[in-house]
């Protein structure tokens, strides 16, 4: 006997008619617990419907958060501690001397002092960050897994270093996590990311949606794909025909699910185009302002045009900003090296430091100064010091954490960490519980199982926090 065929019958009609309703009904249920489990990960009590409608909405921590905002200063190709802000007596006095393990022991050649009732050393690389040594928060026990860049750029960015399996980045996740709170702009930006070592994967979202990924610009505020806004009227009233057609096929039985996440994302670029040109054009800062960050034109001055324009977004509302500064890899020409990269990026930090604490948005903003790993105080070559993941520095500034804190310790020479010791993990952990967000909750599910940014690891580094 042959079953008779129904061309315009689609699933959902069936399940919503047979049965009086009850296969329907319990679909319902089903993807409701669905939304309402990737909701409670994410630590939102907003209601399924919201999250279809819009995916970026902000949304509840876990617990009460120290920080609203994120602002990554990102060093990339590892920053020599030892040089500029690790100061270590031990290294200076022994200089040519074997160190424990093999190598020869090379001092700096640069002068340390300290500064602040803190007493925080800081070579002369770092005279204008070094007035806001007290603001600082040292975590000076991390470590990591690999010495290879590719690698650890990517660990520190999304938690692994896998390259096999790419995970969301550290930025998407707070995304995911707390949605954004300006609904005008995306929710996390790059500037400036370096093409090397991960690419677009240190700011991708990976298996997580694709609107939680970050939005890449560069430092003369251009926005790939952004199209100009003469033709906004033509796309609202393109986006408005769409809106209006979806409206009516979900209302139409047999109809496949409704695109409202797709039409969202529409809908922010087209919102975007009226805010984010002005928002990122820099020239209309007042002159004073413009000359504390040492703007000026050209290469050199790419990385204070950054500085500026994360205080700009951060102010605006964007979640997590990452200024991207590249060429710190010196495994030669180590001196003149950093006179150059410190010359270009001592004066912006310290001035977006101060501007975010005159403006009142430090005690909100979470500032994060760092490399993907350190170097070693025993010479390479001529001029140079070689990878270092077994102890180096990074510090904290802002919401959240204990002004004038050092959490942890690398020995006498800067070799290894011997005191807090920090993995990655407990690293992102710890960012994760200042912003509100409890690293363990924090899942999403892919391919099986339960995926969070500290993998199956991370501790909270509780003391730091205020």
């Known amino acids: 006997m042959s079953l008779p065929r129904f061309s315009n019958v689609s699933r959902r009609s069936i399940l919503r008619s047979s049965g009086a309703g009850f296969g ?15 909701l409670t990960a994410a630590g939102t009590g907003a209601g399924a419907g919201q999250a279809a409608v819009n995916p970026l909405a ?31 007596p031990e290294l200076q006095k022994n200089g040519g001397k ?7 022991l ?7 002092k300290q500064y602040g009732q803190t007493g925080s050393w800081f070579s002369e690389l770092l005279p204008n960050i070094a007035t806001h040594a007290d603001k600082f928060c040292w975590l000076r026990g991390l470590h990591t897994d690999t010495p290879a860049h590719p690698q650890a750029v990517v660990q520190l960015h999304t938690g692994s270093a896998n ?6 980045s550290m930025g998407s996740w707070l995304l995911y996590g707390l949605g954004t709170e300006n609904q005008d702009l995306p929710g996390y930006i790059t500037i400036n990311p370096s093409p ?15 609107h939680f990924q970050g939005t890449r610009i560069d430092d003369k505020g251009y926005l790939p794909n952004l199209k100009a806004a003469s033709a906004s009227n033509l796309q609202r009233r393109q986006l408005d025909l769409i809106q209006s057609m979806n409206r009516n096929l979900a209302a139409t039985p047999g109809a496949p699910d409704p695109v409202d996440g797709i039409i969202a994302s529409y809908e922010l670029g087209f919102r975007m185009q009226d805010k984010v040109p002005e928002l990122l054009d820099i020239s209309k800062e007042p002159e004073k302002v413009r000359e504390a960050y040492g703007i000026k034109d050209g290469p050199a001055g790419a990385f204070a045009r950054q500085c500026l324009m994360a205080r700009r977004l951060s102010e605006a509302g964007v979640r997590f900003v990452e200024i991207c500064q590249p060429g710190w890899d010196h495994h030669n020409n180590l001196h003149k090296g950093l006179i150059e990269r410190t010359g270009n990026v001592d004066q912006p930090t310290a001035a977006l430091l101060k501007d975010l604490e005159e403006r009142g948005l430090l005690s909100e903003t979470l500032v994060v100064f760092g490399s993907e790993f350190g170097r070693l105080p025993t010479s390479q070559g001529q001029d140079g010091r070689d990878h270092n ?24 020479f800067g070799i290894k960490a011997v005191e807090g010791r920090m993995h990655t993990n407990d690293l992102h952990a710890t960012l994760l519980a200042i912003m509100g967000l409890d690293h363990e909750r924090l899942t999403y599910r892919y391919a099986g199982r339960d995926f969070r940014l500290t993998d199956v690891a991370g501790e909270v580094a509780t003391d730091i926090i205020l």
Do not use: C, W
């Open 106 to 112: 090379t001092a700096s050649k640069f002068s340390f």
């Open 163 to 168: 390259a096999a399996l790419t995970r969301p």
């Open 98 to 104: 074997t160190a424990p393990g093999g190598g020869t």
């Open 389 to 412: 993941i077994t102890g180096y520095s990074m510090f904290l500034a802002g919401a959240g954490v204990k002004p004038g804190h050092t959490h942890g310790a690398l020995d006498e």
């Open 196 to 210: 090397n070592f991960g690419g677009a994967v240190n700011y991708g979202s990976a298996f997580l949606p694709a």
């Open 24 to 38: 329907y009904l319990a679909l319902a249920g089903l993807l409701g617990q669905e939304n309402a489990r990737a």
């Open 58 to 88: 902000a949304r509840d921590a876990h617990f009460k958060p120290r920080a609203k905002r994120v602002i990554f200063i990102f060093m990339e190709g590892a920053m020599s501690g030892m040089d500029t802000f690790e100061y270590k």
